[in-house]
């Protein structure tokens, strides 16, 4: 089935492929972004990254107002802070997959609560790039 994703990355995950090799992989977001779209040939995505909150908080809205079938939606680090974020997500009507490339739950205590998981579909943690896969077969059996 034809359908429209947002792949929507958060703070610092342009650095993916240099920034901490053995949390996050050596894999860029070039990458991911491009297996995404061979994975998933008949899907539409839309590929953002932004650094700032405010910015993420557009895209989300942009989702919502294009009537996006889903967002795939890794917050990084805002993730355990924002509520800005966390009311943007329950604002918009596209369904939200939160997911992160490490286990959030086997690092540091302050990783462990997300602000934002609780008004997502469901957070997958720790599969690596195969998480935005898994999310994005989630959404479209979902659309
Ligand atoms: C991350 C996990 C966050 O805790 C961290 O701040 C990130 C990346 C992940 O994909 O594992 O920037 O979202």
Redesign the pocket.
């Known amino acids: 089935m034809d359908a429209t994703l947002l792949v929507l990355n958060?703070?610092?995950?342009n650095l993916l492929g240099v920034r901490e090799p053995d949390?996050?992989g050596s894999v860029t977001l070039d990458r991911i972004e491009t297996d995404l779209a061979d994975a998933f040939p008949d899907t539409t995505f839309s590929f953002r990254q932004k650094n700032g909150e405010g910015a993420l908080i557009d895209d989300l809205h942009t989702a919502h107002e294009r009537t996006l079938d889903g967002v795939v939606f890794?917050?990084?680090?805002y993730?355990?802070t924002s509520v800005a974020l966390r009311d943007a997500v329950a604002a918009i009507d596209p369904p939200v997959v939160e997911?992160?490339?490490?286990n959030?739950h086997a690092?540091e205590d302050f990783?462990r609560t997300s602000r934002i998981a609780p008004v997502c579909e469901g957070q997958i943690?720790g599969l690596g790039p195969a998480g935005y896969h898994l999310a994005t077969r989630y959404l479209l059996d979902e659309a």
């Open positions: 958060g703070p610092n995950l949390t996050y890794n917050p990084g680090g993730t355990h997911v992160h490339l490490s959030v690092r990783r943690s």
